[in-house]
């Protein structure tokens, strides 16, 4: 009987092994200070990873109110002061996920640590909130793009851990978050119809509170706005200054053209410039 038993359970090992996630050694805070939080069947893993770039804040070029905003919650979140969850929203390519990658470069020396989840994963969220609950580091709980559609559940576990759950997120754990929406999940023109009754609603009203719920757990708000002309010239000078190349006349000139042709002005805008302007001229 035991020998039979064995075998079934060995065959069942066999079974559920391709489901497990490859082992990895455990992360090492007082070392990383980045990470990405991989969910599995059986709950999920924190990678170690090192921060994609060397980006500072004072690079930040056109987002200097949105930069010290964010800077001094994040600063009083580390001295264990009250602190904001925040949420980054507005223009694409202005400088959200910039802004949050730049912290970790420079306060993950003070402390702070950087941990990476994706909107598919954040189901999964209640248990890489707990898993952080006794480290002695402090971490932010990052998630870029962030949207949700309107079946989308995913997006209670993350209310929930906003604000919802009896204990809360711990004290050493704070959520940032960036999203081209100012609401996350999609609203509609009949979102302001004043019936209590719309399609098949029969409260109305309490489903317009619940798409707006989610956006009001996070206590900070910063919003990012397409650069004006001179911001985006100013970010493109700064660039190429930084990638070697030289600003004058010929190069503003091609900025312009640059914005023209793509239809926006922004921060990864001015980048991209500066990167083809610069390669071009050493060529």
């Not at 905003?69 to 507005?90: I, K």
């Not at 609203?187 to 302001?192: A, F, G, I, L, Q």
């Not at 489903?207 to 009001?216: F, G, M, N, P, T």
């Not at 600003?247 to 000139?253: I, L, M, P, V």
């Amino acid at each position: 009987m035991n020998e039979a038993l064995s075998t079934r359970l060995i065959h069942l090992l066999d079974r559920l092994e391709p489901f497990l996630p490859p082992q990895r050694d455990p992360i090492d805070w007082a070392r990383d200070t980045a990470a990405l939080w991989q969910r599995h069947p059986l709950g999920g893993q924190l990678i170690a990873v090192e921060p994609r770039d060397s980006l500072k804040l004072s690079e930040l070029v056109g987002i200097e109110r949105q930069r010290d905003a964010l800077v001094s919650n994040t600063r009083a979140f580390l001295a264990g002061r009250p602190a904001n969850h925040a949420l980054l929203w507005g223009a694409r390519g202005c400088g959200k996920s910039s802004l949050v990658r730049a912290l970790i470069n420079e306060l993950g020396v003070e402390g702070l640590r950087l941990i990476q989840i994706d909107r598919l994963d954040l189901i999964s969220l209640p248990t890489l909130v707990n898993e952080l609950r006794d480290q002695p580091y402090r971490f932010v709980v990052y998630c870029d793009d962030l949207s949700f559609e309107g079946g989308d559940d995913a997006y209670k576990a993350l209310k929930s851990v906003l604000d919802g759950t009896l204990t809360g997120p711990p004290e050493n754990v704070v959520l940032y978050a960036t999203s081209n929406r100012r609401h996350l999940l999609p609203e509609s023109s009949r979102d302001n119809e004043q019936s209590r009754v719309v399609g098949q609603e029969l409260h109305h009203g309490d489903a317009v509170e619940e798409k707006i719920s989610l956006s009001d757990r996070f206590g900070l708000w910063l919003s990012f706005y397409p650069f004006d002309q001179a911001t985006y010239l100013s970010a493109c000078a700064h660039w190429l200054d930084a990638l070697g190349g030289t600003w004058d006349e010929s190069a503003r000139e091609a900025a312009v053209r640059f914005a023209t042709a793509r239809g926006v002005r922004s921060g990864r805008a001015a980048w991209q410039f500066a990167a083809q302007w610069a390669g071009s001229q050493s060529e």
